[in-house]
């Protein structure tokens, strides 16, 4: 079980950036796919975006690409969510997870470990 804290929401305005942070605790860090995840009230909580064990293959949910990176540092065991241009669909709790498969999933149920969620707030 790897443990996931996340941390770097907030409130911004429309067009501004966030930096988000996953900090993962336990060996088999660099095992394990991470994606991002977020949720807002009365909704499916949703895929963002995610990247593989190595950082070479990353996948981004179509209304974030060009505005969003995910990243990862393995030797600091954290993996990273950059967003610019936010708009206030973006608004959510944000969570982070990891999978064990060898490809990057969408749906929430192939990530096994959740950290409790950032909250990122885009006022217009």
């Known amino acids: 079980q790897v443990q996931l804290v996340e941390s770097g929401g907030g409130l911004v305005q429309a067009g501004g950036s966030l930096r988000l942070s996953c900090a993962a605790s336990g060996r088999t860090f660099t095992n394990y796919v991470v994606g991002w995840f977020r949720q807002t009230p009365g909704k499916e909580r949703e895929f963002v975006t995610g990247?593989?064990?190595?950082?070479?293959?990353?996948v981004y949910k179509d209304s974030v690409k060009g505005r969003f990176t995910i990243s990862r540092d393995n030797a600091e065991k954290t993996v990273y969510l950059q967003m610019n241009a936010l708009k206030p669909e973006d608004t959510g709790v944000y969570f982070c997870?990891?999978?064990?498969?060898?490809?990057?999933?969408?749906?929430?149920?192939?990530?096994?470990?959740w950290g409790q969620g950032t909250q990122v707030t885009v006022s217009s």
């Open positions: 990247i593989n064990q190595s950082g070479t293959s990353t």
């Open positions: 997870a990891v999978s064990l498969l060898n490809i990057v999933p969408t749906n929430a149920g192939a990530f096994a470990s």
